[in-house]
């Protein structure tokens, strides 16, 4: 199979089924120095009349680095029987092992950034805007309880969708 570069809007995605059931990784750094993380909250639409992406990363992820001083990450959706390697992702911190080798999953780079050869969509974004969230903001004080707890904040970052690619 080989990735198909795409207009946005010819993808057949479902953003809810996308982001909130199918999961996927957000990997960001450079193709030789890069880090991915299992990702389940997010959204897809337009802002500033372009498509974009919305990411929120923890502070104390090891992508968050990554996320901090490069301008394009990647957004990679795979399919079901990659559950387990999206798992692994999501519970073991790049800064203690090579989730690459560990997961087996391969590495590719479009339009300059990472990405994987499995997955059946990616979307290669370029950062426009982030800003860190903040307790006060919550119109609902509830969910601070519910979902951060001591963890810390979320960071909120909005990429624009500067290509799109579907497995042929």
Same mark, same amino acid.
């Given at each position: 199979?080989?990735?198909?570069?795409?207009?946005?809007? /010819?993808?057949?995605?479902? #953003?809810?089924?996308?982001?909130?059931?199918?999961?996927?990784? @957000?990997?960001?750094?450079?193709?030789? $120095? *890069?880090?991915?993380?299992?990702?389940?909250?997010?959204?897809?639409?337009?802002?500033?009349?372009?498509?974009?992406?919305?990411?929120?990363?923890?502070?104390?992820?090891?992508?968050?680095?990554?996320?901090?001083? %490069?301008? +394009?990450?990647?957004?990679?959706? *795979?399919?079901?029987?990659?559950? &387990?390697?999206?798992?692994?992702?999501?519970? $073991?911190?790049?800064?203690?092992?090579?989730?690459?080798? /560990?997961?087996?999953?391969?590495?590719?780079?479009? %339009?300059?950034? #990472?990405?994987?050869?499995?997955?059946?969509?990616? +979307?290669?974004?370029?950062?426009?805007?982030?800003?860190?969230?903040?307790?006060?903001?919550? =119109?609902?004080?509830? @969910?601070?309880?519910?979902?951060?707890?001591?963890? #810390?904040? $979320? &960071?909120?970052?909005?990429? =624009?969708?500067?290509?799109?690619?579907? =497995?042929?």
């Amino acid at each position: 199979m080989a990735f198909v570069k795409k207009s946005t809007s /010819e993808l057949g995605c479902n #953003p809810f089924t996308t982001i909130g059931k199918d999961w996927f990784l @957000l990997t960001a750094g450079t193709p030789e $120095h *890069f880090n991915t993380m299992t990702c389940s909250w997010g959204a897809m639409g337009v802002i500033w009349n372009v498509p974009s992406v919305t990411a929120y990363v923890r502070t104390n992820r090891h992508t968050f680095d990554f996320l901090e001083h %490069d301008e +394009l990450f990647t957004i990679s959706v *795979f399919p079901e029987e990659y559950r &387990k390697a999206l798992s692994f992702c999501g519970s $073991h911190s790049g800064r203690d092992v090579d989730k690459v080798k /560990e997961t087996g999953l391969t590495p590719v780079t479009l %339009d300059g950034a #990472p990405a994987f050869g499995e997955a059946k969509l990616v +979307l290669v974004c370029r950062k426009m805007y982030s800003q860190m969230m903040s307790q006060t903001e919550f =119109q609902d004080p509830s @969910l601070v309880d519910t979902f951060y707890g001591k963890d #810390p904040m $979320h &960071k909120m970052y909005i990429g =624009q969708v500067i290509a799109a690619y579907e =497995q042929n």
